[in-house]
T-cell receptor, first 114, second 109 residues
Framework: NAGVTQTPKFRILKIGQSMTLQCTQDMNHNYMYWYRQDPGMGLKLIYYSVGAGITDKGEVPNGYNVSRSTTEDFPLRLELAAPSQTSVYFC?????????????FGDGTRLSIL | GQQLNQSPQSMFIQEGEDVSMNCTSS?????WLWYKQDPGEGPVLLIA?????ELTSNGRLTAQFGITRKDSFLNISASIPSDVGIYFC?????????FGAGTRLTVKP
């Protein structure tokens, strides 16, 4: 029962570097999401996707890009890493049945930018 | 934007005690959810509430969807050491989900 799988679990980047955070789910969910969680805070939505080929901005999209070429994968890209992007990143997915279906989360990617 | 105020920020209780935490918003939500997050892991859904006034239980956990659709509470009865963690409320409208800042629960044996 893999659910939502995120890689890598930890990463340290230098300012200005780029990287892609990977997320894959095996539940055939149409909806996928990327959140960031800063210390002592709740999660904030970066981007989401309602299906392959469709993505939309969330609450805090600046500095990030996403793509959704398959139902299973929803990678998050940082093009020019900045210290403000140091955070824990969570990917989530939910089914398409009905509205407001609960989201299932991965275990997170801890990213530090120095 | 929609803001969720979750309280208390932290709680230190004795094993066996009951716990209550709540979440309020300035905006209406169609769904209220409660998640628990253990260190190094993602949030895990505890209870989902879909109707105003709804009261739902999951074992020792009980949550209610406020009648105004702007608030929700979570109760944990007879706490045990494994209840330790951070509890998050979330309000959801379609694909937009907003989280509270969390309640950090410590249970002393």
């Amino acid at each position: 029962n893999a659910g939502v799988t995120q890689t890598p679990k930890f990463r340290i980047l230098k300012i200005g570097q780029s990287m892609t955070l990977q997320c894959t789910q095996d539940m055939n969910h149409n909806y996928m999401y990327w959140y960031r969680q800063d210390p002592g805070m709740g999660l904030k939505l970066i981007y989401y996707s309602v299906g392959a080929g469709i993505t939309d901005k969330g609450e805090v999209p600046n500095g990030y890009n996403v793509s959704r070429s398959t139902t299973e994968d929803f990678p998050l890209r940082l093009e020019l890493a900045a210290p403000s992007q140091t955070s824990v990143y969570f990917c989530a997915s939910s089914s398409m049945r009905g509205v407001s279906q609960p989201q299932h989360f991965g275990d997170g990617t801890r990213l530090s930018i120095l | 934007g929609q803001q969720l105020n979750q309280s208390p920020q932290s709680m230190f209780i004795q094993e066996g005690e009951d716990v209550s935490m709540n979440c309020t918003s300035s905006s209406i939500f169609n769904t209220w959810l409660w998640y628990k997050q253990d260190p190094g892991e993602g949030p895990v859904l505890l209870i989902a509430l879909y109707k105003a006034g709804e009261l739902t239980s999951n074992g020792r956990l009980t949550a209610q969807f406020g009648i105004t659709r702007k608030d929700s509470f979570l109760n944990i009865s007879a706490s045990i050491p494994s209840d330790v963690g951070i509890y998050f409320c979330a309000g959801q409208n379609n694909n937009d989900m907003r989280f509270g800042a969390g309640t950090r629960l410590t249970v002393k044996p």
